[in-house]
C-alpha cells in the first residue's frame, strides 16, 4: 500500500511538472539581422550587404573616383573578403570604382551582366578580374543566387542580345522572410515591363532604375511595386536632370518615402525580415544647407 502511495504521488508531481512547464511561455530566437548599405558615390551606384548569415555583397562601386570612398566605407565597417561581387553593368558610374575594391579586399566571385564595352574603365575593371584569378559568372534571367540559405535573391533582369548597356543591367529581388528589395540598375522602361510580366516585383524597398531617369520608372512599373521606401541615387550637381519630376510626383502619389544619396548620403536599412529601420547619414535639412554651401 504504500509503495502504491508513493508510486501515485510520484505521478501526481510529474503531471503538475509538465503541466507548468507546458504553460510556460516559449520565446522564439530572434531572427539574424541584415544590413543593405546604400554608399553615396555622387553620380553612379554602389550598395553593400551584409546578409544574416554575414555574408557580403557588393552591387557596383560607383565611378572611378569613388573607389578610395567605398574601399574606405568598407573597411570602416570591417570588412576584409567580399563573398559576391554584382557588376550591373559596364557604365563607368558603376564598375569604374571596382578595381579599387578589388586590389583591397579578399573578392572570392564576381557576377557579371556579360555585356562588353569598349572603354578604359572597362578595361581597367576586366584586367583587375585576372589578375587577381577571381572566378566570375555571367547572370542568367530567372536564376537564385545561393549565398545564403536565409534569403531568395533572384535575377530579374540581365545581357540579352540588341540590349546597349543601361538595358543589359542585373536587376534583382532579394527577399529576407517578408522585407523584399528590388535592384534594378539601370534598366529601362521596356525591361521593367518584361520582368513585371515574369516577375512578382512588389517590394517594400527599390532601388530607382538609373538615377530616376526618364527613360526609366513607368507609372504602371511603380503601381506594380507598390513600394513603401524608394531610393534614388544621384549626385546633387549632375547634368542629366537626375531625377526628373514625373518620377518623383509618381512616387509621392503612391505614398512613398524618398531617400536620396544626394541629401541623405551614406543610408542603411537594418532588418529582421519582418520590420526595418533607415538610418540616414544626413538630415533633408543639412543635405540643404551642404548644397548651398
Do not use: W
Amino acid at each position: 500500500m504504500q509503495q502504491y502511495i508513493r508510486y501515485t504521488a510520484g505521478l501526481l508531481v510529474f503531471f503538475l511538472l509538465v503541466s507548468v512547464l507546458d504553460s510556460s511561455p516559449v520565446y522564439s530566437q530572434p531572427s539574424p539581422k541584415m544590413e543593405v548599405h546604400f554608399i553615396n558615390v555622387g553620380q553612379g551606384d554602389s550598395m553593400f550587404i551584409q546578409t544574416p548569415n554575414n555574408k557580403n555583397i557588393l552591387i557596383d562601386g560607383g565611378p572611378p573616383k569613388a573607389g578610395k570612398k567605398v574601399v574606405q566605407y568598407l573597411k570602416d565597417l570591417g570588412i576584409e573578403t567580399l563573398d559576391l561581387i554584382i557588376a550591373t553593368h559596364p557604365d563607368r558610374d558603376h564598375i569604374g570604382g571596382l578595381p579599387a575594391v578589388m586590389k583591397a579586399f579578399e573578392v572570392k566571385r564576381i557576377l557579371d551582366s556579360g555585356k562588353l564595352h569598349v572603354t578604359i574603365t572597362y578595361a581597367n575593371y576586366m584586367n583587375e578580374i585576372r589578375k587577381q584569378e577571381i572566378p566570375m559568372t555571367v547572370a542568367k534571367v530567372g536564376k537564385y543566387i545561393p549565398l545564403d540559405s536565409l534569403l531568395d535573391i533572384r535575377i530579374l533582369n540581365a545581357y540579352g542580345k540588341r540590349k546597349n548597356n543601361n538595358q543589359s543591367s542585373i536587376a534583382l529581388k532579394l527577399s529576407y522572410n517578408d522585407i523584399d528589395f528590388l535592384f534594378l540598375g539601370d534598366i529601362e522602361d521596356k525591361q521593367e515591363k518584361e520582368i513585371a510580366k515574369k516577375f512578382d516585383v512588389r517590394s517594400e524597398i527599390i532601388k530607382i532604375a538609373h538615377h530616376g531617369s526618364k527613360t526609366s520608372s513607368s507609372s504602371k512599373f511603380l503601381e506594380h511595386v507598390d513600394p513603401d521606401v524608394a531610393v534614388l541615387t544621384y549626385s546633387k550637381y549632375n547634368d542629366f536632370g537626375h531625377p526628373v519630376n514625373r518620377v518623383i510626383e509618381k512616387l509621392f502619389e503612391l505614398n512613398a518615402e524618398i531617400y536620396s544619396t544626394a541629401v541623405y548620403g551614406d543610408l542603411v536599412v537594418h532588418t529582421d525580415g519582418e520590420n526595418y529601420f533607415i538610418f540616414p547619414q544626413k538630415t533633408p535639412l543639412n543635405g540643404i544647407l551642404d548644397s548651398i554651401g
